[in-house]
């Protein structure tokens, strides 16, 4: 099983980052076709077959993990680099 761990500084108040993480779900889920919820006010879960991980809301960064199982492995790097584009676009 391969894991994606990324974090990111935001800068932003917890309205904003919150909005942030949703766009970022709404991404997720057009281009892998994941399903999510949040589970409580700063962290967000999401799950697909043959992935699921979540996206936490810290004061000034967010963190963002996902396990992926064997078959989706070798997507790894493409899911990744998808990933920390989106974020840097957001947050740099």
């Known amino acids: 099983m391969a894991t994606i761990h990324i974090k990111r500084n935001h800068g932003l108040?917890?309205?904003h980052i919150r909005e942030e993480v949703e766009q970022l779900a709404e991404?997720?889920?057009n281009e892998l076709s994941i399903n999510y919820k949040w589970?409580?006010?700063?962290?967000?879960?999401?799950e697909r077959t043959g992935a699921k991980g979540?996206?936490?809301?810290g004061k000034e960064d967010?963190?963002?993990?996902i396990k992926l199982?064997?078959?989706?492995?070798?997507?790894?790097?493409?899911?990744e680099k998808s990933i920390s584009s989106y974020l840097d676009e957001r947050f740099a």
């Open 13 to 15: 108040d917890k309205k």
């Open 39 to 46: 589970e409580d006010k700063d962290r967000l879960i999401f």
């Open 54 to 57: 979540f996206i936490a809301i």
């Open 62 to 65: 967010i963190e963002l993990e």
């Open 27 to 29: 991404k997720l889920s």
């Open 69 to 79: 199982n064997l078959m989706l492995t070798p997507l790894k790097g493409h899911i």
